[in-house]
């Protein structure tokens, strides 16, 4: 099933988004995402020094294991504005408790868009009670719309399947588009199941799926204050008890990466100024950290993403940026291939064809696959190139 | 002295640059500095995995600590090129050889410009006779003219002074302007002096120098697989001799920091698509390497970058990328000021005039301070911004 299903609904979770003027344009601004019923909850946080607000909050109230709100407003990241935007915090949460009648530390908390400035919690408290009022069963694309900032398009997947002898769903709505490299996090990602499944298990199958999935991507190397990723399983499935060591665990898994991967992989899709999605992969490595390091370097390089931008067949900068990965090379062993034609080989090019090559750099979608020959171990990332669009638009963000 | 200094010269430096066709306009693109006397010679070379050619081939030869010639080429780097581009880089050696008449180990080899194509030798070495015939005192500028790629301006350097109780010069000339993220080691920086001094001492002085100068600055974030520093002493100032722990190197040093400082700063200022000059400093650092990292986090960050070119006072970019930074940081006494006005302490803004702050963007020349209130070590790095100019520039380099 894929983001184009309409009336996209997970049993048990209601939903709304609406416009409360935080953001310039009458574009929404305020989402809610509110379980009927208390749901487990497991979560992961940017590792940014400078965590925003709501995630200094929600990490204290994720460590009960259960929550049943989520409410992200748009336009204001409440991000390095102190004891003051924690109270701003707390008073949209203290609002939110009243509206919705359910206990505080159920509720959690999120903002994006520009670091530094004040929530206008008077705007956003004000816009609760509508908010409330409006939740409804297929609110989930309301939702996610209110989310975004630089996004060009939603982001939404969801997955129908048989678990533990019940259907269960599972639907995640991401926001993208810049300050876009996720450090064991994400940028914003809330995950919606109906699934039975106990604490243990939920966070050792969330950790494990964005590990494998947001944590593979890059925009634009930058880290953000904001990311957060939070999944809610309701239960409402009743199937046989999902628990860690388990075979039918598995199955979860998979439809939770599923998801997880449609998301991420829109994500860099959608990333600020994009025009290519690329594919970094990394193996024959000695250690994980090894290839995740030489793919990063690879993916971070402004180099080798304006010569994708610009169809422009310059592999040497890639490999000028793997030689920058600070990973012991044996330079004889390494190879580089794009689109399946292999470019370097024995510490030199090959005798490839040189106009194939240009039209690999044509593509939409590029694959760029490199064999350190020294190990085992692999790692890939997701990444876009930087156009002239990056630029426009983050040189106009705050202003 | 500055720049613009005419008829630059140092005693005992012969230097000429010509064309030779590799690049396709009618610029000069083969450069050749000779000492008419064996001299002195320290270096530094870049910590790319992927060392060109001619850098091989230099580290083997600066271990002898004299050096009489550096022969370089733009329009090709002779990087990523195995055996093959190993051997060219020989040839062309063994062809200056014949032509100066003097031993093949006191040359050194350096090339610029796309990484991955073969050095068209044939074009160098028939070229190599005219270059050695115009060697003359005042061909320095031509020298440099012939390692610019995508050089705006020329980067020359002299000061005059006295040390050891006799006038010496010390001239450098150094190429950008983009893969500028020199790590132990810098782009093209070539220093000429007639000062007499011992090769433990220039050793030592040379990488204290760069140290303090080339190993601070940042473009891109992208390391280059050509960077290289060298210096040649040819001693015919006949002072009292340099060495090392004596008071008197403390004058060379200094007049050597001095026109690499101008230099290096020149490099930035010439950045790709650069607007804007911006020093990042960061002080009341635990150790040196924790500011280090800290400024660099920020000088590289494409978001702070952008921000920059745009005018946008969106300080908020420049705590994200602090805190990504991956030290140990304590919120609380973290402070952030540009251009004088303090903008972040305690954890949150401070109750600064927006529109002063407005017009810190609108300059040319920015400084950003950071403190980080846990120790006394302190770093800086001068950086520029990203620009359409950059995309632009990069998306088309090759082709």
Redesign the interface.
Known sequence: MSTKTKKISVPGFLANGISVGIKPSDEKDLGLIFSTTPAKVAAVFT?????AAPLIINTERVKRGIAQAIITNSGC?N???????YKDALSVSAELTNQLNIKEELILLSSTG????RLPVKKINSGIGKLVKGLNELGIEDAQRAMMTTDKFPKIAIRKGTVGAKDITICGIAKGA??I?P?MATLLTYVMTDALIDNKALNTVFHQAIDSTFNCISV??????NDMAIILANGLANNNPLERAQARLQRFRDMLCDVLQELCQAVVRDGEGATKFITISVEGAKSRSDARRAAYAVA????VK??F?????????I????????IP?E?EKVTLSMGGILV?S????TNFNASKLKDIFQKDKIEVRISLGGGDKSYYVYTSD???D???I??????
């Open positions: 590792k940014n020094s400078f965590k990241a991000a390095a504005t102190g004891k003051e935007g520009v670091i530094g400035k810049g300050m490299e450090n634009d190397g930058c880290m953000s204050t971070n390089s402004n180099l304006t010569a931008f610009g169809h422009d067949p310059n592999w040497g900068r490999i000028a940026a793997l030689g920058s990965a600070g090379l330079k370097f024995q510490d030199g090019p930087l156009s002239h990056y630029i426009k983050n040189a106009e963000y705050s202003t």
